[in-house]
Structure formats: structure tokens, C-alpha cells
């Protein structure tokens, strides 16, 4: 009789781990896609001041823009990529936290009337902390890959000072 449960619950086990297994097979390249061409991080780059614009090591420019400036969490924003020199076929925004998971929280942007402009509403999670430091990760599809473009930011709540650089 104990021999048996001990065979079901092993059963049991081995099936969780299989299905975790094949879930997690079919969720990495969501999570993770492989990159083909990335820019890198621009220090002087301050999305409360406007777009900023990054070049490709191709030449193609990539500028992104959130609005409100203010960049609050758990409001809607309005978020704005606009390409150059570079066809898309889908335009994403990852947003992740620097240094703490804040979950799957992905845009996919619409293409607008204008040639090479996506454009799409997205929100922030709400975020235990007075500071976060956020990557906002300009991810563009194309027939070559996928084109990886980061933006960072910082968000603070309301009425808390943004920290000193």
C-alpha cells in the first residue's frame, strides 16, 4: 500500500516537472528573443526631457518618447517610436526594472499614418519603492531579426524628489 502512493506521487511529480519543463521551452523566446542587432544604452539620455535617438552600428536611428513627461506609474502613457533608415514589421516596448523583476510587461506599438512612427498607450506597475530604475527596451522586428534599442528612466512617487545623478 505505501509502495503505491509512493509511485503515484512519483508520477505525480514527474508530470508537474514535464509540464513545467515544456512551459517554460514554450515561453523563453517570449521572454528572451534572440537579438540580431542592439544599440547601446545612452547615458545622456533624459526621456523627461523629450525623445531621445539612438543610432544602430547600420546607421539606422531609433528615437523614443513617453508622455507625460513625468513618466508616473500606474497611469496611462502614451509611447512614441519613430524609425529611421530601418523597415519594421512589429514594433514592441519591453519595460523591465534594473534591478528588481517587475514581470512580463510588454506594448506592442501601432504603426501611424507617418511612414516608420509607432505609437501606442502603455502603463507602468505600481512599484514598492520611493525610486525605480526602469529599461524601457525598443524591441523591432524586421526580415534581418530582432532589433534591441534600450532607453533607461527613473520613476519616483508623487511628491517624492527624483534622485540626484
Do not use: H
Request: aromatic share 8%; glycine share 6%.
Amino acid at each position: 500500500m505505501i509502495q503505491d502512493k509512493r509511485f503515484f506521487w512519483s508520477i505525480i511529480a514527474v508530470l508537474v516537472l514535464a509540464i513545467f519543463g515544456v512551459a517554460l521551452y514554450k515561453a523563453w523566446p517570449i521572454l528572451f528573443p534572440p537579438i540580431s542587432l542592439s544599440a547601446a544604452v545612452d547615458p545622456q539620455c533624459d526621456l523627461r526631457q523629450g525623445p531621445c535617438t539612438s543610432r544602430l552600428p547600420n546607421g539606422a536611428q531609433v528615437s523614443f518618447s513617453i508622455e507625460p513627461r513625468s513618466i508616473p506609474v500606474v497611469k496611462p502613457l502614451q509611447l512614441k517610436v519613430v524609425l529611421e533608415d530601418l523597415v519594421a514589421d512589429k514594433v514592441e516596448v519591453d519595460f523591465a526594472g534594473t534591478d528588481m523583476n517587475m514581470g512580463f510587461n510588454r506594448v506592442t506599438l501601432s504603426p501611424s499614418s507617418d511612414p516608420g512612427v509607432y505609437a501606442s498607450g502603455g502603463m507602468l506597475p505600481v512599484c514598492v519603492r520611493d525610486a525605480m530604475e526602469w529599461e524601457a527596451r525598443v524591441l523591432i522586428s524586421t526580415s534581418q531579426g530582432l532589433v534591441s534599442v534600450p532607453y533607461r528612466f527613473i520613476t519616483v512617487r508623487p511628491g517624492v524628489p527624483l534622485p540626484e545623478s
